[in-house]
């Protein structure tokens, strides 16, 4: 399909059932190419319009004292020079934007769940869990930071 050169091919794919799918990583890609997973949910057109103007709104504020001292973590500690949180004042473009990563079933292409342990595990072992990652990993942190960087995370929905 891709592999020649100057020519443009297109290929869809018709939904016929509402449901979750697994898909895969089809081209080899980097490291970690075989870790490489991701989710493909089909919905009626009501539920997507409904997920489609929610993933459009700005980060939801935090609620709890975790989650604001996860907040001014993750301006404060370099997390924001490579992610965008829309509504934020963290607008890098080399990560992820993470606006809405609390809502997510999983992260990492389908490596670590998108909960609060999982965000913990993630972001102090990137480089354990998938090789050849472009985000550092950020085990020096205080326990405290990483629990309320995560924490942060997780309300992100
Ligand atoms: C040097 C740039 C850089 C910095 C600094 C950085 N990240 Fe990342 N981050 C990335 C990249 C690139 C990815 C995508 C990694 C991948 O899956 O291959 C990523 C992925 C993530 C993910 C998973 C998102 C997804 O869609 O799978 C989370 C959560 C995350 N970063 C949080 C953080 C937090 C919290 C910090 C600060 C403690 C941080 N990042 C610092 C570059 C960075």
Avoid at 23 to 50: K, Q, W, Y
Avoid at 119 to 148: C, E, N, Q, Y
């Amino acid at each position: 399909m891709d592999m020649i050169p100057g020519r443009v091919n297109e290929l869809a794919l018709e939904p016929l059932q509402a449901g979750v799918y697994r898909g895969a990583c089809a081209e080899f890609c980097g490291l970690s190419h075989a870790r490489m997973n991701l989710t493909v949910i089909v919905s009626d057109p009501g539920a997507f319009e409904t997920w489609l103007d929610h993933q459009a709104q700005p980060a939801a504020a935090p609620t709890s004292a975790a989650a604001e001292a996860g907040r001014r973590t993750f301006l404060d500690r370099g997390c924001s020079t490579c992610h965008t949180i829309r509504g934020t004042a963290a607008v890098g473009v080399i990560g992820p934007d993470l606006t809405h990563v609390g809502s997510r079933r999983a992260i990492a292409a389908g490596a670590v769940p998108a909960t609060a342990a999982g965000f913990r595990r993630w972001i102090a072992t990137t480089d354990a869990i998938k090789p050849g990652v472009h985000m550092p990993a950020f085990a020096s942190l205080p326990d405290a930071a990483l629990d309320a960087v995560a924490s942060y995370l997780a309300e992100l929905r």
